[in-house]
C-alpha cells in the first residue's frame, strides 16, 4: 500500500456515526474547476419561471464544498482518541461480563495511548482506513456497553459472549495495525521527550511524574521503550513499595496493561513484566485487579512453555497470589496443579524455579479438595523423589509438603505416601553420615511424627527402618535445636504402643533420658525428658530393667524431686516414674531404702497427691518399719 495517497485525492472527514460509505473524490484541477464553472445550466420550465435561484443556490453548495477545507491528520488522531476514550468510560459502568469486558477495556487504553500521542509525517490511505474502523469498532463497543448496562440481551447471553469476543479481536487486531503504521514511519511518537530519573533527595511528586511517564512509555512506545520502561519500573518497585502502591491506585488501567504484556511474544517485554506482576501480586490491594484482569491464565502457560526466568517469577507471583485461599481454585481451574508438579520432577528445573513452585504447591495445598488433586496427580512421588535434592532449601520444601499431604489423617495420601517409599526417603534424611542439614532433619523428623506414628502397620514399617537408632545417636551426639527435636519424636513415640515403649526399652533410650532429666538446662528438655521416661518405665518390662540395671537410679530420682521442687512441670513426670517403681516389691524396697525418700514424704505433707499415692504403697508394716527406723536416726 504506498505511503502517500495521489495528488489529485484530498483525505475526506469521517464521522462519528460510522458510516461507511466511500466517499466521493474530489476534483483539485483548477483547469477542470474552471470548466465546470463555464458550462451552461439547462434550462427547465421551472427554471424559467424563477425556479433558477434555487438551482444556483445548489450548484454554490457543492462548490463550497468541494472547496472546504479538509481537517489535517493530527486533529483526526485526537478526535478518533476521544471516541476511544469515551468507550472506556462508558465501559466502567458495566458490571455484567466483568471478564470479558477487562480485555476489551485494556486494549482501548492501549489504542488511546497509540492515538494521543502520535504525531503524522504525512496523509497515508491506510491511516485513515484505520482510524474509520476504528471508529466503527468503537461505536459497536459503546453499543454492547449500553445493552450490558440495562441487562437487555438481544438474542441472549451466549450471543453478547460471542458479541464482546468478537469486539476484542477487532481492537487487537487495530492495535497491531497502529503498531504497524508506527513501524513504517507514518505515525511518530509525539514529544516523546523521556524523563530522567530523580535523584536523591527529589520530592514525592517528582517520582509520581517519573512513574507516570514510564506508564506512558509502556502503553505507547515498541519493544525497545517497553522493555525499557518495565526495567525501570520494577527498579521503582523493588526499591520503594509505597511509591509503586501509590502509582498503581492512580492508574489502574496498568494492571490490566501488564497482564496483556505477559502473553507479548518479545522474550524481554514479558520478562520485565512478570517481574513488575511478581512484585504487584504482593500489594495486598491490587491482588483482585491481577485476578480480575485474568492473569492466572498467561502465568500457567509461561509455567509449561516460559524461559527458566519467566517459570521462577511466574511462580514467584503464583505464589503471593495464591496466599488468599481465594485465587487457589483460580489456579487449579487453568491446570496449574499439574504444570508446577511437572516442574518440580526429578528437578528438570532450576532450583530456584523448584522452590518457587513448591511454594505454590504449598498454598494450594491448603484447601482439602485441591490436596486431594495433588495426590491423584502423583504429588507422593514427586516430593519422595525431591527428598534426595542435595539443596536444603528444596529438601526442606519436599519433606513439608509430605507432611502436609497427610496431615488431616487423609488415609488413602498416607497409603500413598508410604507405597512411594516415603518411609524409607524420611529416614535417610536422618542418617548420620547423609549431607543432610540439621534443619533438614528436624523438618524430616516432624514429618514422620505426622506419617508414621499411626497406625500400628506405619509403626512397624517405621521401627524397621532404623529409625529409633536415629534418634537416639541425636539425643546423644546431636546440636541443641536437633536434640530437641529427637527428644520431643522419641517422647511422642513412646505414647504410641506398648510395643513402641518395648522397643525403646531394648534400644537403650531409658539411661539418655535419665541424663537428660539430671543435666538438661532447659526446664522444657527436663520436663519432656521425664514425661518419655515415665511412659516407658510404666511398661513392666522396662521397669524391671530400670530398677535392675543401675543400683542407684531410685535414688537419683528421689534427689531430683529437692532440685525441681514441687511446681516444676518435671516432678509430676518424675512422682509419676516413682508411682511405677513402687508397684513391685523390688522397687518398694528401692524407694524405701534410699536416703532420700524423707523428701517424698515432704511432698506428701505438703498434700502432693502423686507423692501422697506413693506413700499410700510404701503404708505396709515391714515398709513402714523400714521408714520409721530411717526417719528416726
Same mark, same amino acid.
Not at 491 to 513: H, I, N
Given at each position: 500500500l504506498p505511503l502517500r495517497p495521489p495528488a489529485e485525492t484530498q483525505f475526506p472527514t469521517f464521522s462519528s456515526s460510522g458510516d461507511s460509505s466511500p466517499p466521493l473524490p474530489v476534483v483539485s484541477s483548477r483547469r477542470h474547476r474552471r470548466r465546470r464553472r463555464r458550462q451552461p445550466i439547462p434550462m427547465t420550465p421551472d427554471m424559467k419561471e424563477g425556479g433558477g435561484d434555487a438551482e444556483a443556490e445548489e450548484g454554490e453548495e457543492e462548490v463550497a464544498a468541494a472547496c472546504a477545507p479538509v481537517p489535517t491528520a493530527e486533529a483526526e488522531l485526537q478526535r478518533v482518541a476521544t471516541h476511544v476514550d469515551s468507550a472506556i468510560s462508558s465501559s466502567y459502568s458495566v458490571k455484567s461480563f466483568p471478564g470479558k469486558w477487562q480485555p476489551i477495556r485494556t486494549k482501548l487504553a492501549q489504542l488511546s495511548c497509540g492515538l494521543t500521542f502520535a504525531a503524522a509525517t504525512g496523509r497515508n490511505s491506510v491511516l485513515w482506513e484505520l482510524l474509520r474502523t476504528i471508529t466503527a469498532t468503537v461505536e459497536e463497543a459503546q453499543s454492547l456497553a449500553l445493552c450490558c448496562s440495562n441487562d437487555t440481551y438481544e438474542g441472549g447471553k451466549l450471543l453478547m459472549r460471542s458479541n464482546l469476543d468478537r469486539i476484542a479481536t477487532k481492537l487487537e487486531l487495530h492495535v497491531r495495525s497502529l503498531a504497524g503504521i508506527y513501524a513504517s514511519g507514518v505515525l511518530t511518537h509525539a514529544g516523546a521527550i523521556i524523563v530522567p530519573k530523580p535523584g536523591d533527595g527529589a520530592s514525592r511528586e517528582d517520582w509520581r511524574f517519573y512513574v507516570r511517564d514510564l506508564f506512558s512509555r509502556m502503553k505507547v512506545g515498541g519493544a525497545a521503550m517497553r522493555t525499557q520502561a518495565l526495567s525501570a519500573l520494577n527498579e521503582v518497585l523493588h526499591g520503594d513499595e509505597k511509591l509503586g502502591t501509590a502509582a498503581f491506585a492512580e492508574s489502574p488501567d496498568v494492571v490490566a496493561l501488564l497482564v496483556g504484556f505477559l502473553d507479548f511474544s518479545d522474550v524481554s517485554v514479558q520478562e520485565e513484566a512478570l517481574d513488575a506482576v511478581s512484585v504487584v501480586a504482593g500489594f495486598g490491594s491490587h491482588r483482585p485487579a491481577l485476578v480480575l484482569a485474568d492473569v492466572v491464565a498467561p502465568l500457567v502457560r509461561i509455567l509449561e512453555k516460559g524461559t527458566a526466568l519467566g517459570k521462577e517469577r511466574s511462580a514467584v507471583a503464583l505464589r503471593k497470589l495464591t496466599e488468599n485461599s481465594d485465587n487457589t481454585w483460580a489456579v487449579s481451574a487453568h491446570g496449574g496443579v499439574a504444570a508446577l508438579l511437572e516442574l518440580c520432577y526429578k528437578g528438570s528445573c532450576a532450583g530456584e524455579v523448584v522452590a518457587s513452585a513448591c511454594g505454590v504447591l504449598r498454598n494450594l495445598a491448603g484447601v482439602w479438595e485441591v490436596r486431594r488433586y495433588m495426590v491423584e496427580r502423583g504429588a507422593a512421588l514427586v516430593f519422595v523423589e525431591l527428598t534426595r535434592s542435595k539443596e536444603e532449601v528444596l529438601q526442606v520444601m519436599a519433606l513439608e509438603l509430605l507432611q502436609v499431604l497427610v496431615g488431616d489423617g487423609d488415609e488413602d495420601a498416607r497409603a500413598r505416601v508410604m507405597r512411594e517409599g516415603g518411609v524409607d526417603a524420611l529416614v535417610r534424611v536422618l542418617h548420620p553420615e547423609s549431607l543432610s542439614s540439621c534443619k533438614a532433619r528436624e523438618t524430616a523428623l516432624r514429618a514422620i511424627q505426622v506419617l508414621c506414628y499411626s497406625p500400628s502397620s506405619s509403626v512397624n514399617a517405621l521401627m524397621a527402618t532404623g529409625f529409633l537408632d536415629r534418634v537416639l545417636f541425636f539425643l546423644r551426639n546431636g546440636e541443641t535445636s536437633l536434640q530437641g527435636a529427637a527428644?520431643?519424636?522419641?517422647?511422642?513415640?513412646? @505414647?504410641?504402643?506398648?510395643?513402641?515403649?518395648?522397643?525403646?526399652?531394648?534400644?537403650?533410650?531409658?539411661?539418655?533420658?535419665?541424663?537428660?532429666?539430671? @543435666?538438661?538446662?532447659?526446664?522444657?528438655?527436663?520436663? @519432656?525428658?521425664?514425661?518419655? *521416661?515415665?511412659? *516407658?518405665?510404666?511398661?513392666?518390662?522396662?521397669?524391671?530393667?530400670?530398677?535392675?540395671?543401675?543400683?542407684?537410679?531410685?535414688?537419683?530420682? *528421689?534427689?531430683? *524431686?529437692?532440685?525441681?521442687g514441687e511446681r516444676a512441670a518435671a516432678t509430676t513426670s518424675l512422682l509419676a516414674v516413682l508411682s511405677a517403681i513402687a508397684d513391685s516389691n523390688s522397687g518398694r524396697r528401692k524407694i524405701a531404702s534410699c536416703r532420700y525418700v524423707e523428701h517424698l514424704q515432704r511432698l506428701a505433707d505438703m498434700d502432693v497427691a502423686d507423692a501422697k499415692r506413693i506413700i499410700k504403697k510404701l503404708s505396709g508394716n515391714k515398709f513402714m518399719n523400714i521408714l520409721s527406723g530411717i526417719w528416726s536416726s
Open positions: 527428644l520431643k519424636a522419641a517422647w511422642r513415640f513412646s @505414647t504410641v504402643s506398648d510395643e513402641s515403649r518395648k522397643a525403646m526399652g531394648d534400644a537403650g533410650f531409658m539411661p539418655e533420658l535419665m541424663g537428660l532429666v539430671e @543435666t538438661a538446662k532447659s526446664p522444657e528438655v527436663r520436663e @519432656t525428658a521425664a514425661a518419655a *521416661l515415665a511412659q *516407658l518405665v510404666a511398661e513392666q518390662r522396662n521397669r524391671r530393667k530400670f530398677v535392675l540395671e543401675e543400683e542407684n537410679r531410685v535414688g537419683r530420682i *528421689l534427689r531430683l *524431686l529437692v532440685v525441681e
